[in-house]
Protein backbone atom coordinates (compact mmCIF):
# COMPACT_ATOMS: atom_id res chain seq x y z
CA UNK A 1 0.00 0.00 0.00
CA UNK A 2 1.24 3.19 -0.61
CA UNK A 3 2.28 6.59 0.95
CA UNK A 4 2.73 9.87 -0.33
CA UNK A 5 6.22 11.28 -0.63
CA UNK A 6 8.16 13.86 -1.56
CA UNK A 7 7.74 12.77 -5.39
CA UNK A 8 3.68 12.27 -5.11
CA UNK A 9 1.20 14.33 -6.67
CA UNK A 10 -0.30 16.80 -4.88
CA UNK A 11 -3.69 14.88 -5.58
CA UNK A 12 -1.98 11.52 -4.27
CA UNK A 13 -1.03 13.43 -1.57
CA UNK A 14 -4.44 14.31 -0.58
CA UNK A 15 -5.75 11.15 -1.21
CA UNK A 16 -3.18 9.87 1.16
CA UNK A 17 -4.26 12.30 4.27
CA UNK A 18 -8.27 11.24 3.45
CA UNK A 19 -8.20 7.49 2.97
CA UNK A 20 -8.20 6.19 6.58
CA UNK A 21 -11.62 8.51 6.69
CA UNK A 22 -12.67 7.22 3.27
CA UNK A 23 -11.85 3.60 4.18
CA UNK A 24 -13.96 4.22 7.37
CA UNK A 25 -17.15 4.87 4.84
CA UNK A 26 -19.51 2.17 3.13
CA UNK A 27 -17.06 1.26 0.24
CA UNK A 28 -19.44 2.11 -2.44
CA UNK A 29 -20.08 5.37 -0.92
CA UNK A 30 -16.52 6.17 -0.63
CA UNK A 31 -16.36 5.42 -4.52
CA UNK A 32 -18.89 7.73 -5.21
CA UNK A 33 -16.63 10.37 -2.93
CA UNK A 34 -13.03 9.60 -4.32
CA UNK A 35 -14.79 9.89 -8.14
CA UNK A 36 -16.13 13.03 -7.47
CA UNK A 37 -13.08 14.55 -6.03
CA UNK A 38 -10.91 13.84 -8.49
CA UNK A 39 -13.28 14.24 -11.45
CA UNK A 40 -13.35 18.12 -9.61
CA UNK A 41 -9.64 18.11 -8.68
CA UNK A 42 -7.98 16.37 -12.36
CA UNK A 43 -8.77 19.79 -14.38
CA UNK A 44 -5.66 20.88 -12.55
CA UNK A 45 -3.73 18.22 -13.10
CA UNK A 46 -0.99 18.40 -15.45
CA UNK A 47 -0.60 16.14 -18.42
CA UNK A 48 2.86 16.97 -19.74
CA UNK A 49 4.58 13.84 -18.44
CA UNK A 50 2.57 11.42 -19.92
CA UNK A 51 1.21 10.34 -23.31
CA UNK A 52 4.15 11.57 -25.49
CA UNK A 53 4.24 9.11 -27.63
CA UNK A 54 2.15 5.78 -28.92
CA UNK A 55 3.20 2.82 -27.29
CA UNK A 56 2.00 0.55 -29.42
CA UNK A 57 -0.49 -0.02 -32.55
CA UNK A 58 -3.69 -2.52 -30.72
CA UNK A 59 -6.87 -3.09 -32.85
CA UNK A 60 -6.26 -0.34 -35.04
CA UNK A 61 -5.61 2.20 -32.41
CA UNK A 62 -2.58 3.94 -31.16
CA UNK A 63 -2.21 3.03 -27.66
CA UNK A 64 -0.35 5.78 -25.33
CA UNK A 65 -0.28 3.69 -22.17
CA UNK A 66 -0.76 0.53 -22.25
CA UNK A 67 -2.12 0.26 -18.46
CA UNK A 68 -6.24 1.19 -18.34
CA UNK A 69 -8.84 1.06 -15.71
CA UNK A 70 -11.21 -2.72 -15.61
CA UNK A 71 -14.56 -2.81 -16.21
CA UNK A 72 -17.09 -2.07 -13.14
CA UNK A 73 -15.77 1.26 -12.21
CA UNK A 74 -17.03 2.96 -14.24
CA UNK A 75 -20.30 1.64 -14.51
CA UNK A 76 -22.20 5.13 -15.67
CA UNK A 77 -20.32 5.60 -18.30
CA UNK A 78 -19.14 9.06 -16.59
CA UNK A 79 -15.63 8.48 -15.71
CA UNK A 80 -13.53 8.63 -19.02
CA UNK A 81 -12.37 12.07 -19.06
CA UNK A 82 -10.81 12.23 -15.43
CA UNK A 83 -9.08 8.96 -15.62
CA UNK A 84 -7.53 9.98 -18.59
CA UNK A 85 -6.41 12.91 -17.17
CA UNK A 86 -4.87 10.85 -14.44
CA UNK A 87 -2.69 9.32 -17.30
CA UNK A 88 -4.06 6.13 -17.88
CA UNK A 89 -4.09 5.08 -21.73
CA UNK A 90 -7.47 3.64 -21.94
CA UNK A 91 -10.84 2.32 -19.90
CA UNK A 92 -13.64 0.05 -20.26
CA UNK A 93 -16.50 1.15 -19.27
CA UNK A 94 -19.52 -0.59 -18.17
CA UNK A 95 -20.72 -3.53 -17.95
CA UNK A 96 -23.68 -2.14 -19.39
CA UNK A 97 -27.00 -4.28 -20.15
CA UNK A 98 -29.75 -3.67 -22.79
CA UNK A 99 -31.95 -2.94 -19.44
CA UNK A 100 -31.24 -0.42 -16.69
CA UNK A 101 -30.64 -2.58 -13.66
CA UNK A 102 -30.44 -1.81 -10.16
CA UNK A 103 -27.95 -4.38 -8.73
CA UNK A 104 -27.97 -6.36 -5.86
CA UNK A 105 -29.58 -5.45 -2.27
CA UNK A 106 -26.56 -3.52 -0.32
CA UNK A 107 -23.84 -3.83 1.09
CA UNK A 108 -22.13 -5.46 -1.97
CA UNK A 109 -19.00 -3.86 -1.91
CA UNK A 110 -16.73 -4.70 0.84
CA UNK A 111 -13.03 -4.14 1.60
CA UNK A 112 -10.18 -6.41 2.84
CA UNK A 113 -7.40 -4.03 3.86
CA UNK A 114 -5.61 -6.94 5.31
CA UNK A 115 -5.33 -8.53 1.81
CA UNK A 116 -5.43 -5.29 0.07
CA UNK A 117 -8.83 -6.84 -1.44
CA UNK A 118 -12.34 -6.39 -2.25
CA UNK A 119 -15.22 -8.33 -2.58
CA UNK A 120 -17.86 -7.21 -4.54
CA UNK A 121 -21.60 -8.56 -5.29
CA UNK A 122 -23.22 -5.34 -7.19
CA UNK A 123 -24.97 -7.51 -9.59
CA UNK A 124 -24.71 -5.44 -13.07
CA UNK A 125 -25.80 -2.12 -10.95
CA UNK A 126 -26.20 -0.10 -14.48
CA UNK A 127 -28.20 2.78 -16.71
CA UNK A 128 -28.79 0.03 -19.46
CA UNK A 129 -27.07 0.12 -22.68
CA UNK A 130 -28.91 3.47 -24.44
CA UNK A 131 -28.63 5.87 -21.54
CA UNK A 132 -24.05 4.68 -20.94
CA UNK A 133 -24.18 4.91 -24.43
CA UNK A 134 -25.27 8.51 -24.68
CA UNK A 135 -22.93 9.50 -22.29
CA UNK A 136 -19.93 7.52 -23.77
CA UNK A 137 -20.76 8.76 -27.23
CA UNK A 138 -20.48 12.48 -26.11
CA UNK A 139 -17.16 11.21 -24.26
CA UNK A 140 -16.03 9.93 -27.63
CA UNK A 141 -16.93 12.93 -29.55
CA UNK A 142 -14.56 15.24 -27.54
CA UNK A 143 -11.68 13.06 -25.93
CA UNK A 144 -8.37 13.53 -27.64
CA UNK A 145 -7.25 10.72 -29.80
CA UNK A 146 -4.96 9.77 -27.82
CA UNK A 147 -7.44 8.42 -25.35
CA UNK A 148 -9.37 5.04 -25.92
CA UNK A 149 -12.69 4.08 -24.43
CA UNK A 150 -13.26 0.78 -24.25
CA UNK A 151 -17.14 -0.86 -23.38
CA UNK A 152 -18.26 -4.10 -21.62
CA UNK A 153 -21.56 -5.74 -22.26
CA UNK A 154 -23.08 -7.90 -20.04
CA UNK A 155 -26.68 -9.90 -19.75
CA UNK A 156 -29.54 -8.65 -18.15
CA UNK A 157 -30.48 -10.31 -15.13
CA UNK A 158 -33.64 -11.82 -16.00
CA UNK A 159 -32.84 -13.46 -19.26
CA UNK A 160 -32.49 -17.09 -18.94
CA UNK A 161 -29.30 -18.18 -19.91
CA UNK A 162 -30.06 -20.22 -23.38
CA UNK A 163 -31.19 -16.35 -24.64
CA UNK A 164 -28.31 -14.41 -23.67
CA UNK A 165 -26.91 -14.41 -27.02
CA UNK A 166 -29.96 -12.35 -27.69
CA UNK A 167 -28.72 -9.44 -25.08
CA UNK A 168 -25.19 -8.94 -26.04
CA UNK A 169 -26.27 -9.09 -30.09
CA UNK A 170 -28.77 -6.28 -29.33
CA UNK A 171 -26.73 -3.90 -27.58
CA UNK A 172 -24.50 -4.41 -30.54
CA UNK A 173 -26.87 -3.64 -33.11
CA UNK A 174 -27.40 -0.87 -31.47
CA UNK A 175 -24.06 0.53 -31.25
CA UNK A 176 -23.55 -0.65 -34.77
CA UNK A 177 -26.60 1.46 -36.09
CA UNK A 178 -24.18 4.89 -34.63
CA UNK A 179 -21.27 5.33 -36.57
CA UNK A 180 -19.52 7.08 -33.74
CA UNK A 181 -19.30 3.12 -32.20
CA UNK A 182 -16.36 3.33 -34.69
CA UNK A 183 -14.38 5.07 -32.34
CA UNK A 184 -14.91 2.29 -29.81
CA UNK A 185 -11.90 0.56 -28.91
CA UNK A 186 -13.06 -2.55 -29.02
CA UNK A 187 -16.19 -4.28 -26.86
CA UNK A 188 -16.00 -6.78 -24.31
CA UNK A 189 -18.18 -9.65 -24.11
CA UNK A 190 -18.43 -10.34 -20.21
CA UNK A 191 -19.51 -13.73 -19.32
CA UNK A 192 -17.53 -13.96 -16.06
CA UNK A 193 -18.93 -12.12 -13.67
CA UNK A 194 -19.79 -13.98 -10.73
CA UNK A 195 -22.63 -12.20 -9.35
CA UNK A 196 -25.41 -12.62 -12.29
CA UNK A 197 -26.83 -15.95 -12.04
CA UNK A 198 -25.31 -18.55 -14.73
CA UNK A 199 -23.72 -16.12 -16.56
CA UNK A 200 -20.62 -18.52 -16.20
CA UNK A 201 -22.22 -21.11 -18.15
CA UNK A 202 -21.42 -19.04 -21.46
CA UNK A 203 -17.82 -19.87 -21.22
CA UNK A 204 -17.73 -23.12 -22.01
CA UNK A 205 -18.01 -25.36 -25.27
CA UNK A 206 -21.02 -24.45 -27.37
CA UNK A 207 -22.14 -21.81 -25.16
CA UNK A 208 -19.09 -19.52 -26.03
CA UNK A 209 -18.88 -20.65 -29.62
CA UNK A 210 -22.53 -19.32 -30.25
CA UNK A 211 -21.79 -16.40 -28.63
CA UNK A 212 -18.59 -15.17 -29.71
CA UNK A 213 -20.04 -16.02 -33.42
CA UNK A 214 -23.20 -14.07 -33.12
CA UNK A 215 -21.72 -11.18 -31.62
CA UNK A 216 -18.68 -10.67 -34.08
CA UNK A 217 -21.12 -10.64 -36.51
CA UNK A 218 -22.89 -7.75 -35.55
CA UNK A 219 -19.86 -5.85 -33.36
CA UNK A 220 -19.12 -2.56 -34.85
CA UNK A 221 -16.13 -3.28 -33.36
CA UNK A 222 -13.03 -5.93 -32.15
CA UNK A 223 -14.77 -8.20 -29.64
CA UNK A 224 -12.80 -9.10 -26.66
CA UNK A 225 -13.92 -11.64 -24.52
CA UNK A 226 -13.23 -11.90 -20.65
CA UNK A 227 -13.22 -14.91 -18.61
CA UNK A 228 -12.75 -15.87 -15.25
CA UNK A 229 -10.18 -17.42 -12.69
CA UNK A 230 -12.06 -19.89 -11.67
CA UNK A 231 -12.24 -22.95 -14.38
CA UNK A 232 -11.88 -26.33 -12.16
CA UNK A 233 -8.20 -27.09 -14.77
CA UNK A 234 -6.26 -25.52 -17.16
CA UNK A 235 -7.62 -27.55 -19.60
CA UNK A 236 -10.86 -27.24 -19.40
CA UNK A 237 -9.58 -23.07 -19.31
CA UNK A 238 -8.03 -23.74 -22.70
CA UNK A 239 -10.98 -25.61 -24.17
CA UNK A 240 -12.86 -22.48 -23.95
CA UNK A 241 -10.30 -20.11 -24.87
CA UNK A 242 -9.88 -22.72 -28.47
CA UNK A 243 -14.04 -22.62 -28.44
CA UNK A 244 -13.71 -18.19 -28.10
CA UNK A 245 -10.64 -17.97 -30.87
CA UNK A 246 -12.63 -20.57 -33.18
CA UNK A 247 -15.50 -18.42 -33.23
CA UNK A 248 -13.77 -15.21 -34.37
CA UNK A 249 -12.64 -13.39 -30.76
CA UNK A 250 -10.44 -10.90 -31.54
CA UNK A 251 -9.56 -10.54 -28.29
CA UNK A 252 -8.77 -12.44 -24.46
CA UNK A 253 -9.00 -10.61 -20.78
CA UNK A 254 -7.86 -12.98 -18.23
CA UNK A 255 -9.68 -12.32 -15.38
CA UNK A 256 -12.43 -11.34 -13.77
CA UNK A 257 -12.69 -11.22 -10.04
CA UNK A 258 -12.85 -14.72 -8.06
CA UNK A 259 -15.34 -17.52 -6.16
CA UNK A 260 -12.68 -18.06 -4.14
CA UNK A 261 -12.33 -16.17 -1.49
CA UNK A 262 -9.67 -19.03 0.40
CA UNK A 263 -6.66 -17.14 -1.48
CA UNK A 264 -7.26 -14.18 0.82
CA UNK A 265 -7.86 -13.44 4.74
CA UNK A 266 -11.86 -12.80 4.80
CA UNK A 267 -13.08 -11.59 8.19
CA UNK A 268 -15.34 -14.56 9.67
CA UNK A 269 -18.23 -12.10 9.48
CA UNK A 270 -18.05 -12.28 5.81
CA UNK A 271 -17.66 -15.68 5.08
CA UNK A 272 -21.29 -16.16 3.24
CA UNK A 273 -21.20 -12.55 1.84
CA UNK A 274 -20.72 -14.49 -1.59
CA UNK A 275 -18.72 -12.51 -4.78
CA UNK A 276 -16.13 -12.00 -5.88
CA UNK A 277 -12.98 -11.51 -5.30
CA UNK A 278 -10.19 -8.58 -6.51
CA UNK A 279 -6.94 -7.01 -5.77
CA UNK A 280 -3.55 -8.65 -4.62
CA UNK A 281 -4.61 -11.96 -3.71
CA UNK A 282 -5.35 -12.63 -7.00
CA UNK A 283 -2.07 -11.42 -8.53
CA UNK A 284 -0.44 -15.09 -8.56
CA UNK A 285 -3.40 -16.93 -10.88
CA UNK A 286 -3.76 -14.25 -13.07
CA UNK A 287 0.04 -14.23 -13.83
CA UNK A 288 -0.38 -18.07 -14.14
CA UNK A 289 -3.49 -17.77 -16.34
CA UNK A 290 -2.03 -14.90 -18.63
CA UNK A 291 1.25 -17.22 -18.98
CA UNK A 292 -0.73 -20.19 -20.20
CA UNK A 293 -3.15 -17.52 -22.63
CA UNK A 294 -0.03 -16.09 -24.03
CA UNK A 295 0.99 -19.26 -24.63
CA UNK A 296 -1.88 -20.54 -25.97
CA UNK A 297 -3.12 -17.69 -28.09
CA UNK A 298 0.83 -17.37 -29.42
CA UNK A 299 0.39 -13.44 -30.09
CA UNK A 300 -2.72 -14.43 -32.79
CA UNK A 301 -4.78 -11.88 -30.60
CA UNK A 302 -4.31 -9.53 -28.00
CA UNK A 303 -4.13 -10.56 -24.41
CA UNK A 304 -5.36 -7.73 -21.88
CA UNK A 305 -3.86 -8.99 -17.91
CA UNK A 306 -6.57 -7.99 -15.14
CA UNK A 307 -6.71 -8.90 -11.80
CA UNK A 308 -4.23 -8.36 -9.10
CA UNK A 309 -2.18 -5.59 -10.50
CA UNK A 310 -1.56 -3.97 -7.28
CA UNK A 311 1.37 -2.10 -7.99
CA UNK A 312 2.78 -0.01 -11.21
CA UNK A 313 5.46 -2.28 -11.14
CA UNK A 314 3.57 -5.27 -10.76
CA UNK A 315 1.76 -3.50 -14.13
CA UNK A 316 4.97 -3.80 -16.10
CA UNK A 317 5.76 -7.14 -14.86
CA UNK A 318 2.05 -8.53 -16.63
CA UNK A 319 4.04 -6.49 -20.15
CA UNK A 320 7.18 -7.98 -19.61
CA UNK A 321 5.26 -11.54 -19.18
CA UNK A 322 3.57 -10.32 -22.96
CA UNK A 323 0.39 -9.13 -22.05
CA UNK A 324 -0.35 -6.49 -24.65
CA UNK A 325 -2.47 -4.52 -22.20
CA UNK A 326 -2.83 -4.03 -18.79
CA UNK A 327 -5.93 -3.11 -16.31
CA UNK A 328 -6.35 -2.32 -12.60
CA UNK A 329 -9.23 -1.49 -10.65
CA UNK A 330 -8.60 -2.78 -6.82
CA UNK A 331 -5.35 -1.71 -6.81
CA UNK A 332 -6.20 1.86 -8.09
CA UNK A 333 -8.31 1.79 -4.79
CA UNK A 334 -5.48 0.95 -2.59
CA UNK A 335 -2.86 2.41 -4.37
CA UNK A 336 -4.51 6.12 -5.40
CA UNK A 337 -4.51 8.34 -8.17
CA UNK A 338 -0.79 8.30 -8.77
CA UNK A 339 -1.13 5.04 -10.14
CA UNK A 340 -0.90 5.60 -14.01
CA UNK A 341 1.56 8.55 -13.38
CA UNK A 342 3.85 6.11 -11.23
CA UNK A 343 3.59 3.50 -13.82
CA UNK A 344 4.85 5.81 -16.21
CA UNK A 345 7.18 7.60 -14.93
CA UNK A 346 10.66 6.09 -13.82
CA UNK A 347 11.19 5.34 -10.57
CA UNK A 348 12.87 7.93 -8.11
CA UNK A 349 16.27 7.58 -7.34
C1 LIG B 1 -16.82 -3.30 -7.60
C2 LIG B 1 -16.41 -4.06 -8.83
C3 LIG B 1 -17.29 -4.11 -9.91
C4 LIG B 1 -16.92 -4.81 -11.07
N1 LIG B 1 -17.79 -4.82 -12.13
C5 LIG B 1 -17.39 -5.43 -13.29
C6 LIG B 1 -18.23 -5.38 -14.44
O1 LIG B 1 -19.29 -4.76 -14.45
N2 LIG B 1 -17.81 -6.03 -15.56
C7 LIG B 1 -16.61 -6.72 -15.61
O2 LIG B 1 -16.26 -7.27 -16.66
N3 LIG B 1 -15.80 -6.77 -14.53
C8 LIG B 1 -16.16 -6.14 -13.39
N4 LIG B 1 -15.33 -6.17 -12.30
C9 LIG B 1 -14.06 -6.93 -12.38
C10 LIG B 1 -12.88 -6.02 -12.75
O3 LIG B 1 -13.04 -5.49 -14.04
C11 LIG B 1 -11.54 -6.80 -12.71
O4 LIG B 1 -11.53 -7.73 -13.74
C12 LIG B 1 -11.34 -7.50 -11.38
O5 LIG B 1 -11.70 -6.67 -10.30
C13 LIG B 1 -9.88 -7.94 -11.20
O6 LIG B 1 -9.01 -6.83 -11.26
P1 LIG B 1 -8.43 -6.08 -9.96
O7 LIG B 1 -7.80 -7.13 -9.08
O8 LIG B 1 -7.45 -5.09 -10.52
O9 LIG B 1 -9.57 -5.41 -9.29
C14 LIG B 1 -15.67 -5.48 -11.13
C15 LIG B 1 -14.79 -5.41 -10.04
C16 LIG B 1 -15.15 -4.71 -8.89
C17 LIG B 1 -14.18 -4.66 -7.74
Not at 135 to 154: H, M, N, V
Not at 163 to 170: C, E, I, L, M, Q
Not at 221 to 233: G, Y
Not at 278 to 283: D, N, Q, V
Request: net charge positive.
Amino acid sequence: MTQASAHSSPLQKIYSLAKPLLFKADAERAHALASAAMRAATPFVSRSQIHKRAYKIIFDRKVYSPLGIAAGFDKKCTAPEYIHRLGFGFIESGSLTPKPQSGNAKPRLVRLPESEALINKMGFNNPGLEKGWRSLRARLATCPRDYLIALSLGKGKDTPVERAGDDYVSCLELLAKDVMSEYLFYVAINVSSPNTPNLRALQTGKAIRALVNDCVTVSPRPVVVKFAPDFVSDKLYRDSLDAALAAGAQGIIISNTSTDHSIASVPPALKDFGGGLSGKPLAERARHLLALTLKHTKGKVPVISSGGVFSPEEARLRLDMGADLVQVYTGFVYYGPDFARDFLLPAPR
